[in-house]
């Protein structure tokens, strides 16, 4: 069985302090801005910008680790520590499975937004 | 909800944290406004009343380390509460935000839990902190209290050159007898009133009431460019008030009210005087007593204002005056000149 993308546990939390309703909204902002962090991150590679590069990664890091999106907010996470200069082939490959792991967390927290 | 309802200012980049952020704190039933940075954030620090500030640290344009060394520079803003919320890597992070003034971090995302208990014990500081101000205001001046939130209190002094300024209502014993008590309280808790507000617009500070009398500083605690000019001012726009008053008390067949004032300029040492249990702030030194003598001389000058030389020489002839020649006062070695001002109340 595949593992899950979301720690239930985490989103479970989410929704009972904060209220269903609300929860959706939040969920519906984190898909509207993650593909903007991401190309944030692609293009602050691409410029060499060590401070963007490492300011988008921790943005998808904390919205990560507000979901429960455990291996996205790990790889995020790497990203941010590691920065520019670590090992930039491993880099290139890292930014494709991120950008995979976001759309994944983003389709699980769509399914459970519909319930 | 609405009796304990604060103003929370939520300082972060990302949208997400916002959105989760506000809701947490509407919740608690306090009203949240919202900055995208930190720059804005300052902004609306320094425009809207605010109670406390969540911050985050990751933000463009003005991160949240250099917000909080701007809010520790600004003596508007430096007391304001900040609970740092950000999910920024390494503990000397965390440390350097405590260092910089943050009362809290509160890690990302929030608890629930804590951050109700963090926001909470903030505004209860935050609330005891504001009436202990409101407390120590109505007994020193807000100058002073402000130095002393500031440079914390210590017996001693500091020289500094300022103005100095003694009034006193003419005839006062005679009046208190001719009238209720109640009625000189009234007309104490006016003439007051007219003469804090005519120091005051000078810059000027009462920093001491004695019955009728009072003493005010123009350029202590806080420096003025022009003490002497401010000093003058008030005055003359405190003799022009007791007119007024007089306007409004011969109207109800009141006895019109006459006041004399002293000022003298020069060094002085300003500071604490008292105990460590009992102190005040205060003005010593020659230009205080000389002030205070000029002022019961205008008595004898017959002059509602009279001012020393180094007044009327600071003045540069700004204010029409006139030499009285020099008096001999009790204490001063040598005879001063003293001057009036041609238009000055007439006793």
Same mark, same amino acid.
């Given at each position: ?115 | 909800?609405?009796? *304990? ?52 640290? !990751? ?7 250099? +917000?909080? !060394? ?18 920024? !890597? ?43 101000? &409101? ?28 103005? +100095?300024?003694?009034? *006193? ?6 009046? +208190?007898?001719?009238? &209720? ?23 000027? +500070? ?28 008030? &005055? ?11 306007? !409004? ?41 000389? &002030? ?56």
């Amino acid at each position: 069985m595949e593992e899950s993308v979301i720690d239930r546990a985490v989103y479970a939390e989410l929704r009972d302090t904060t209220g269903a309703e609300f929860v959706t909204e939040l969920v519906d902002t984190f898909i509207e801005q993650g593909p903007g962090m991401l190309a944030e991150l692609r293009a602050a590679r691409a410029e060499g910008n060590a401070e963007r590069f490492r300011r988008a990664a921790h943005s998808l890091k904390t919205n990560g680790r507000t979901f429960g999106a455990v291996k996205l907010t790990a790889l995020a996470r790497e990203f941010e520590l590691k920065g520019l200069d670590a090992d930039p082939t491993r880099e290139v490959a890292g930014l494709a499975a991120l950008e995979a792991e976001y759309a994944r967390a983003a389709a699980e927290l769509k399914a459970l937004r519909n319930g | 909800m609405a009796e *304990d309802s604060s103003r929370v200012l939520i300082a972060d980049d990302n949208k997400v944290n916002r959105l989760l952020l506000s809701r947490s704190v509407e919740l608690l039933g306090h009203r949240v406004m919202l900055a995208e940075n930190g720059r804005v954030a300052l902004e609306k620090l320094r425009t809207d009343p605010c109670d406390l500030l969540l911050l985050d640290i !990751e933000m463009p344009e003005l991160d949240g380390f250099a +917000v909080l !060394e701007q809010l520790k520079a600004d003596p508007e803003l430096r007391e304001m509460p900040v609970i740092v919320t950000s999910s920024v !890597e390494g503990l000397d992070n965390i440390v350097r935000c405590i260092n910089l003034g943050a009362e809290d971090y509160l890690p990302k995302p929030v608890n629930q839990v804590l951050l109700k208990a963090r926001i909470g014990a903030s505004l209860e500081k935050k609330r005891l902190r504001d009436q202990q101000k &409101a407390m120590v205001r109505r007994f020193v001046t807000s100058e002073v209290a402000d130095d002393m939130l500031q440079s914390g209190f210590a017996l001693g002094g500091k020289r500094i050159h300022a103005s +100095v300024l003694f009034s *006193d209502i003419r005839g006062f014993t005679a009046l +208190v007898e001719s009238q &209720a008590p109640e009625e000189t309280i009234d007309l104490l808790n006016t003439y007051y009133m007219l003469m804090f507000d005519a120091i005051g617009s000078h810059g000027g +500070v009462v920093n001491q009431m004695i019955g009728d009398g009072l003493m005010a500083l123009f350029g202590a605690p806080l420096p003025l460019d022009n003490c002497a000019g401010n000093a003058v001012a008030a &005055a003359l726009e405190m003799v022009e008030l007791i007119e007024q008053l007089n306007h !409004e008390r011969s109207a109800v067949n009141k006895p019109a009210i006459r006041i004399g004032i002293g000022v003298a300029t020069g060094d002085v040492v300003a500071g604490y005087t008292g105990t460590q249990q009992r102190a005040t702030y205060t003005c010593i030194g020659d230009t205080v007593n000389l &002030a205070a003598r000029l002022e019961a001389h205008t008595k004898v000058a017959g002059c509602g204002i009279l001012f020393d030389d180094a007044t009327q020489r600071a003045l540069g002839g700004s204010v029409p005056m006139q030499s009285l020649g020099e008096v001999p006062f009790k204490g001063k070695a040598a005879a001063v000149e003293i001057f009036s001002v041609t238009d000055g109340q007439p006793d």
